[in-house]
Nanobody
């Protein structure tokens, strides 16, 4: 059984940093692209960042470029998202996903609604102003 578990969320003030982690089991971690997605209240889920199986390729949405860094440790089956200079608009539930492809059909890491991704339950990030 595949499990995807996020951790590291919390309540911080604007300008602070957080590091999210995502561990997986039941799948061959380095066979998957891995992504971070987020969903704010009343908004659709959006892709934040994606990394290919080796870590050689990464993608970020414009709003987090220069502030967030995605990385992975294949030996530990773990994905990370270092989030610096957090803003109130970063407040959301953050989800980790294992995706079959890094980029396909115009979508990174399968996209925010991919039925073929393995999804975690999410970790809440709240940034106060």
């Amino acid at each position: 059984q595949v499990q995807v578990v996020e951790s590291g969320g919390g309540l911080v003030q604007a300008g602070a940093s957080l590091r999210l982690s995502c561990t997986t089991s039941g799948l061959t971690f380095d066979a998957y692209a891995m992504g971070w997605f987020r969903q704010a209240p009343g908004k659709e889920r959006e892709g934040v960042s994606c990394i290919n199986w080796s870590g050689a390729m990464t993608y970020y949405i414009d709003s987090v470029k220069g502030r967030f860094t995605i990385s992975r440790d294949n030996a530990k089956n773990t994905l990370y998202l270092q989030m610096n200079s957090l803003k109130p608009e970063d407040t959301a539930m953050y989800y980790c996903a294992a995706a079959a492809t890094y980029y396909s059909g115009g979508r990174y890491c399968g996209g925010p609604t991919s039925p073929t991704n393995y999804w975690g339950q999410g970790t809440q990030v709240t940034v106060s102003s």
